[in-house]
Every structure is written in C-alpha cells, then in structure tokens.
DNA sequence: ATATACTTATATCGAATCGATATATTGGAG
DNA sequence: CTCCAATATATCGATTCGATATAAGTATAT
C-alpha cells in the first residue's frame, strides 16, 4: 500500500523522505507517519525498486529504478480497492490506468458506496426505533455516517460524469 | 483506544465478541477486526477490567467488573482526542462525561478541524496553481478533502448548538 | 432427507501502520 | 547572536489490520 504510494510518486520526480510525507498528506486521505515511511523506502531501496541520491544537505533524495516502474505497473493493475485508502490511492495515480479502464474503477466503488449507504441507513434507523434510550451522541455519529457517505457519492458521481464527458467527448 | 471502546460499550449490557463488533461498526466510523477484537477481550480479561460468563452455545457474553468500570472513566478523563477515530469514541461515550465539561470536548474538536480546513484548502490552491499539469483526479481527492471537513465542521455545529440550548434551556 | 451455502462466532498469525521519541540541522524572529 | 520553529532522518514498541482456519447453526434448494 505505501509501497505502491511511494513509487506511484517518485514515478513523476525524485523526492526524499519528508518531502514524500508531505506530497501524500496533501492529497487529503493518509497522514503517513515516519514510523512507517522510512522503513518503507529502506526497503524498497533493498528490493531495488528505488535508489537514493544525495540531495543538499542531509536529504536524501530518491528516484524510482527500472524495475521500480515495473512493479508499480504491476500494483496498478492489481485489482482490490478494499479499504477507503485503497481507492483514493489508487484515484491518485488512476492518470496512469488506460482511458478505458477507469470508468469501471469508479462505478465499482459507486456499488460500494452504495452498499455502506444502507448499511448505516439501517444501523441509523435501528437506533432511533431501538427500545433502548437512542443516545443523542450516538445518533449523531450515525447520522453524520450517512451523511458523509451520501456526499462521497456525490462527489463520486461529478468524478464519473467527468469521465464519462472526457471518453465520450474528447 | 480499542480498550476504552469495549469497556464502554460493555458498561451498558453484556455482550459477546461479535455482538461488539457489530455495535461498534453501527457507529459508523470503524469496521474494527477479529485480529484486533479477540486478541483486546482477552488482554482486558486478564488484566481483571472484564469477565466472561458463558452464553448460548459457544458465546462468551463479557460484562465489566468494578475495576473496568473505574479504568473507563480514568480513559474518559485523560485528554487527548488527536485521531478522528478518537473524537468519534469519545463522543459516543459523551453522555458520560459531566454536562459542563462537554461543550469543551466539541469546541476543541472545532478547532481541530479548521486548521484542518486550512491546510487542505491551502494544497488544493498549491496544486491547482502549481507549474506541473494538476492531474485531474488528484485535484479531485484534494477538493473532496475540502469538502468533507466543511461537511464536518457543519456536522459539528449542530452538534454544539443542541448542547448549548441542552445546557441553557432544559 | 440431504446437499449447499450463508451467517454467526471464536480464534490466531504475520505484516503494516501508528504514535512517541531522539537527534541534528536550517532559517527566521527578536 | 540567541532562541524557537520547521525541516529532516531514524528507530522502537504497541496497536491494528487483513487473511485465514474452524465449526456450528440456519435457511434454501433439489
């Protein structure tokens, strides 16, 4: 998972380690920590996916091997975005999925969506109909849920509408 | 963090691992694992904060002892609500907490999240203006950034102002 | 009846990730 | 010219995850 983040953003240019921290926590989703971060480039460096150059100073500036790209090209094609990480990293770098490919990325996880919808649809409505005193922190948690939830797949669908005006139009 | 969720929730009605599982997904904000679950039940066990009494068939229902009850509210007490997943806990166990210190919980995460709000609007306005060609879908991730913590941050707000009419009214 | 498949339920393992901490260096403010 | 904040790399232990195993109960289909 950070493996596939780190090479998808060395792919465009080297960056050292912080650097990389911060490129991936401005996308939004994953505040990286450095306990997981550094070990991650040692060994990706020892698997000869990545190499380090010497920046200024103490940085260390990385760049991806050739078999680094290969293995990312690998990654991408692998599919299972389980998890909300998995898809939004895979978002980030789905510039590099074939045109005809990426629709189906964002409807499959539309269906997802979907399906956590009425899942805390149902745990919200079963609350507030529970016997049990509905607390009132609780059902706000539930409530914001599915609030979220429903956004997400509005955002989701301007993301497809683009697409598809993108494939059909241009 | 995992602890302080199962002892809260067991504080109401005994349940078993799964039912735990379940009660903890219909908040809506963490799907926890098996891996994570089990492993916490018999640690809390050990430790004398919860004790098993058999159920139907293979089920173990927990209930807390005395001194599960007490480190529950030590954890309540003790500060701190850095992670998302963090506030979201402690705010379903809010109604534990004393009436005039809540406000404070809420207001504090307000704060939290705006200086969120900036640093994602000030990457979305990065990337947009940057030099490099803005990918498409990585401005995509950064505008729902945006978007879901103003979402949030409304959330919020509700939230607050049915604690303050909570507090001066009723 | 009986095979099939799904849900419930507990459990464990290794790997990934986190959060805290340590330690320098650099750049700017007072 | 000193102090403080931001930059930068690094490591440690603990937590959490994801996959997998197992098995009992329950429903559905044949």
């Known amino acids: 998972m950070l493996d596939f983040a780190i090479l998808g953003l060395l792919r465009e240019q080297p960056r050292h380690g912080y650097e990389l921290k911060r490129a991936l926590g401005d996308l939004g989703f994953w505040q990286v920590s450095f306990g997981s971060l550094y070990p991650a480039l040692r060994r990706l460096e020892k698997q000869g996916f990545i190499e380090a150059a010497r920046g200024e100073g103490r940085r260390k500036a990385y760049r991806v091997t050739e078999p680094g790209r290969l293995r990312f090209g690998e990654m991408l ?7 909300d990480r998995d898809f939004q990293l895979r978002l980030a770098f789905l510039g590099y999925v074939e045109p005809e490919s990426r629709l189906a990325v964002l409807e499959d996880r539309r269906t997802a969506l979907q399906d956590r919808l009425h899942g805390a649809r149902r745990s919200f409505r079963g609350a ?10 609780r059902m706000a948690l539930m409530e914001r849920s599915v609030r979220s939830t429903e956004a997400d797949i509005a955002w989701l669908d301007e993301l497809i509408a683009g697409e598809r005006s993108a494939t059909t139009g241009a």
């Open 77 to 83: 094609a692998e599919s299972g975005d389980d998890s």
């Open 128 to 137: 507030r109909s529970s016997t049990r005193n509905p607390d009132r922190y």
